[in-house]
């Protein structure tokens, strides 16, 4: 059952229904319902549908009352994920972000006990999924670069890269500043509590857009934005800057290595 003789209405109470049970949209283009109704292909449509301006007022009203997330698109793209050598998003690996999701909403951190499996990402559950073991798995391949964006965007989204950094000896920080020519001593409180990753971002996209990166002594205005802001004026959210520098920086890696080889 695909459900292709289905209008739109029916698709959307079908989509409503999931979204009062799951509460967010991270679904992969291959999900089916227990119905057997492919909601996940659905969803890429009528994404695709907005941007190329094919949804009526009326719809985009009935998907916006469903806090319908109109740009994050999980494929299973394997011919692109081939190529960066990186693993695609499938639904086992949202279930089990999810249940991250719910642990860290529920108890504000992540530091779970190492032997911690749950079913509902709160409570303890010997038949349920070790989530501590998962996410160290995550950490690691974050480390070692072969995560793809979506992925990354995800974890962005949970502060599990923000809690990796505080982790981290400052010492790239402080390297990446002092290179820059940016002392570290002198900074705003604000600024140097951002991570390494929002600070090589934003270094790297004024250099890229030929801004300086302090004027009149003043670093630049972006090193104080929040994520609303950088939006509103540059068109870019936080995590799209990060992930595109954290890209190029891995692209610009290999290059440098094929070079040598």
């Known amino acids: 059952m695909t459900g292709q003789n289905l209008t739109w209405d029916e698709w959307y109470e079908i989509a409503k229904e999931y979204y009062k049970n799951h509460g967010n949209w991270l679904i992969a283009e291959n999900y089916r319902t227990k119905e057997g109704y492919r909601l996940g ?3 890429v449509n009528q994404r695709n549908d907005y941007r190329h301006d094919k949804l ?7 998907l916006q009352k469903i806090n319908f997330d109109f740009k994050t698109n999980i494929v299973k793209n394997q011919k692109k994920h081939a190529m960066n050598n990186t693993e695609s998003i499938n639904q086992k690996w949202l279930e089990i972000y999810n249940l991250i999701k719910k642990y860290y909403e529920h108890y504000g951190h992540l530091d779970m006990p190492i032997n911690f499996k749950t079913k509902d990402g709160i409570n303890y559950d010997e038949d349920g999924v070790n989530t501590y073991y998962w996410l160290a798995n995550q950490r690691r391949k974050i480390k070692e670069k072969s995560l793809n964006n979506e992925k990354i965007i995800l974890l962005l989204k949970l502060k599990m890269l923000i809690e990796i950094q505080k982790n981290r000896n400052y010492s790239n920080k402080i390297q990446l500043l002092a290179k ?13 509590k951002q991570s390494y990753q929002e600070l090589n971002a934003k270094i790297n996209y004024l250099k890229h857009n030929k801004l300086p990166l302090i004027e009149n002594n003043q670093l630049h205005k972006i090193f104080y934005m929040s994520n609303e802001q950088l939006l509103a004026e540059y068109k870019i ?8 520098y954290y890209k190029f920086e891995k692209n610009s890696k290999t290059k440098s290595l094929n070079k040598k080889m």
């Open 41 to 43: 292909f659905w969803v």
């Open 56 to 62: 009526t007022k009326q719809q985009i009203v009935k």
């Open 237 to 244: 959210s936080l995590e799209e800057m990060i992930c595109y």
């Open 180 to 192: 820059n020519n940016i002392d570290y001593e002198k900074l705003d409180l604000n600024v140097k």
